[in-house]
């Protein structure tokens, strides 16, 4: 299948539709956390891993926190408002400079691990454009 990485201007914040419910009840919420730990794995060893905790057990906390949200926005336990409070999004990534090309590494990563993930490609089209839709709304500083 195709993955597309849709033009993101800063600024802009395109409609965003959930992922399908089914993804998490494909995957369980220990699919649904490993898909999230790989791609931080990514991330990790990636051009934007400044972006990222230094410590390991900052970034373990990092795949807790994003996992936690994922399982939630998919139709699961509010694991994020119990452990986090309100998603806002936006004002949590507004510490960090996004850019563009940030935002494609990003995606970029999560392309290899839903590239080799086991699941339907409907279920993966679904939850692809969440993210790539999503990632847009982040981007908050242009590329100089
Ligand atoms: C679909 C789009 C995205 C979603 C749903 C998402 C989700 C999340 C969540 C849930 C957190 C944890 C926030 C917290 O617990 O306070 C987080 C943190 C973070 N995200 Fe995103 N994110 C998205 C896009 C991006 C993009 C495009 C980047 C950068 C290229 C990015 C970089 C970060 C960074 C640097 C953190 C802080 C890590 C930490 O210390 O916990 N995110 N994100």
């Known amino acids: 299948m195709q993955f597309n ?10 409609p965003v539709v959930k992922p399908d419910p089914k993804v998490l009840q494909f995957l369980g919420e220990e699919g649904m956390r490993k898909l999230i730990s790989d791609h931080y794995d990514l991330l990790r060893v990636s051009n934007i891993k400044g972006l ?6 900052g970034f373990e ?26 998603p806002m999004m936006v004002g949590r990534h507004a510490d960090f400079k996004i850019t563009p090309e940030a935002r494609k590494i990003w995606l ?3 392309i290899i691990v839903l590239e080799k993930l086991d699941m339907p490609d ?10 790539d839709i999503f990632s847009i709304w982040m981007i908050n500083t242009q590329e100089n």
């Not at 990222?52 to 057990?57: A, G, I, T």
């Not at 409907?122 to 993210?131: A, C, G, R, V």
């Open 108 to 110: 970029e990563s999560y």
């Open 61 to 86: 906390m990092a795949k807790q926190h994003s996992a936690d949200f994922f399982i939630q926005i998919c139709g699961g336990p509010d694991y994020f408002n119990k452990n986090r409070g309100a």
């Open 5 to 14: 990485i849709s033009q993101g201007l800063v600024g802009t914040r395109p």
């Open 122 to 131: 409907d279920l993966k089209q679904s939850f692809w454009n969440y993210l």
């Open 52 to 57: 990222f905790p230094p410590s390991q057990e």
